[in-house]
Each structure stands twice: as C-alpha cells, then as structure tokens.
C-alpha cells in the first residue's frame, strides 16, 4: 500500500485495518521489533481460547542510543509463569499503574477494536480504536484477556522519539482514561471499590507530571501575551479537572 505523505499514523492505520480481511490483527511500528515466536505464541493461545478479545506478552525497552544495541534497558513482564486468562481485577489495577500490553505485537481481535472505536480520544471520527493503553483497559473492563509468559516485543527507546516530542501533547487524554478507569472500576466492583492509593499514584506520579512536563516544554515557545493569555486559556479545563 502507498499512502499520502503526511497522513498521519492513525488515518495510515485505519486504512490498513479496513483492508485487512482476517479476524486478527497485529501491528508493528516502525520503531518496534516482533521477537520470531510472537505470532506462534499469541496465535495458538488464542485457538485454544477463542473468547479472548487480545493476547499479549511481556516486552523489553531497548536505548537505541547505547554503543551496545543488545542492552535490554528495562523490561515489562511476563507477569504469569504460564499462558494464562488473566483476573480483570488483578489486571486493571496494575493497568492502572502502566500500560502492560504494548501495542506492537498484542494481538487483537478485529471486531473489538471496531467496538472500542466509540471511547477513541486520540483520534475522533474513526472506525477502530487505536491508543493501546485505552484499549488494554477497555479490554480488561468489557472482555476476556490473555497473557502469554514469553517477552514478545522490543521497544527502541529513542530519545528523539519521545511521546511529547513526537505526537501531540496528551493532557486530555490522559484524564479521559484516568475517568474511564474509576468509573469502570467502580461499576465493575462496586462504588467507591477503587484503592485510594492506585488512583492516586496515576494522578500523581503519571498524569500531573506529564501536565507539568508539557506546560514548562510549550511556555518556552511563547513570545508575546496574546500567545500567553491564549495558552493559558485554551489549558484551563484541563488544570481544572486535574485539580477536581
């Protein structure tokens, strides 16, 4: 497929996953690696459990700017010593925490991506949902979910290809899914079930820095007052519901 320049990654994706004519979906970003049993692994844990709506591993983060390309950096799973059907409360709480299921190389279900399209927050008027940590949750919430106890991904850590440098500034998707998150939790296990402490680790040490990092990253841009009264205008909501 050849697609406009300029078109953006999500569009890209849509396009490939309306011609996509199996039931399963898995992508790989340019800047990510598939280990070679990632397919075989995910594949037949999902045979012999076809109501599972994603299968996914553990995944290593590589520093692609380290002299030694094979240092591993950090690691996120497996977190089950076998393939397993994973506990959604053990599994949310921890999603809350981080994302556990890299996007590249889970393996989706077509139709449930297609379902999730009416909570997509990174990309509006679209067929599928896209952003994996919105769709891990949704899936632990809504679904079945597999864990395989392989590492399936590698993730290249480029400096230069950081989140906030890379796509757009995430401040209100991030507290998009943080209101996901308590309003599933509690409909899922029962008002007020959601442990104070798990919250408030994602308020304070995830969405709030990310909103400062972000601020003191766009103030330096802003040469004149209109520029500042307008930024500090158009972020308001986002303060504001950070701070209820």
């Known amino acids: 497929f050849a697609f406009p320049k300029g078109q953006g990654v999500y569009k890209t994706l849509e396009q490939l996953y309306d011609a996509a004519e199996t039931t399963l979906i898995v992508y790989l970003a340019d800047d990510d690696l598939l280990l070679p049993h990632c397919l075989e692994k995910t594949v037949a844990f999902l045979k012999i459990n076809p109501h599972l709506s994603l299968v996914a591993g553990g995944f290593y983060y590589i520093d692609w700017n380290s002299k030694d390309k094979t240092f591993k950096g950090s690691q996120a799973g497996p977190f089950y010593p076998t393939a397993t059907v994973v506990d959604p ?115 304070s040490q995830i969405i709030e820095p990310y909103i400062v990092h972000t601020f003191q990253n766009s103030i330096h841009t802003l040469q004149d007052i209109e520029k500042w009264h307008y930024f500090m205008g158009k972020n308001e909501s986002v303060w504001k519901e950070l701070a209820a």
């Open 89 to 203: 409360q053990v599994e949310l709480l921890r999603c809350m925490q981080f994302n556990q299921v890299f996007g590249s190389g889970a393996l989706y279900r077509k139709d449930v991506i297609q379902k999730l399209a009416v909570f997509e927050v990174v990309e509006s008027q679209s067929h599928y949902a896209y952003w994996d940590w919105l769709i891990t949750w949704k899936c632990l919430a809504l679904f079945k979910v597999g864990f395989v106890p392989e590492i399936l991904t590698i993730y290249l850590n480029r400096s230069e290809l950081t989140q906030t440098t890379r796509f757009k500034p995430w401040e209100r998707e991030l507290l998009i899914l943080a209101n996901h998150m308590l309003e599933d939790y509690h409909t899922l296990f029962g008002e007020q079930s959601c442990p104070k402490g798990a919250f408030d680790f994602l308020l």
